[in-house]
């Protein structure tokens, strides 16, 4: 089993950036796919991001594109979020995610370990 802590959530102006980061322990983090997740009030958690455990695929939810990259450093065990040109509509409670694959799942069900959450809210 894979433990998974978010951190660098917080408060931003729209346009700003922020950078999330999700430090995963207990396993060869290797292994794992990598997901990011969001949820605002009132509405369903959505996938924004993914990235293979080689880091070689991505994905992005069309809302995000251009705006948000996903990384990931396995030496540190830890994949990133990088949100450049925020919106108010980016705020959300995001949350970090990983299954044990060498695919790309991106719908959240298919993610069995999951982080506690971090806030990101935009101010417009």
């Known amino acids: 089993q894979v433990q998974l802590v978010e951190s660098g959530g917080g408060l931003v102006q729209a346009g700003g950036s922020l950078r999330l980061s999700c430090a995963a322990s207990?396993?060869?983090?290797?292994?794992?796919?990598m997901g990011w997740f969001r949820q605002a009030p009132g509405k369903e958690r959505e996938s924004v991001a993914a990235?293979?455990?080689?880091?070689?695929?991505?994905f992005y939810a069309d809302s995000v594109k251009g705006r948000f990259t996903i990384s990931r450093d396995n030496a540190k065990n830890t994949v990133y979020l990088q949100m450049n040109s925020l919106k108010p509509e980016d705020t959300a409670v995001y949350y970090c995610?990983?299954?044990?694959?060498?695919?790309?799942?991106?719908?959240?069900?298919?993610?069995?370990?999951w982080g506690q959450g971090t806030q990101v809210t935009v101010s417009s």
């Open positions: 995610a990983a299954d044990r694959v060498y695919s790309l799942p991106i719908s959240r069900d298919q993610y069995p370990y």
């Open positions: 207990g396993r060869t983090f290797s292994n794992y796919a």
């Open positions: 990235i293979s455990w080689s880091g070689s695929s991505t």
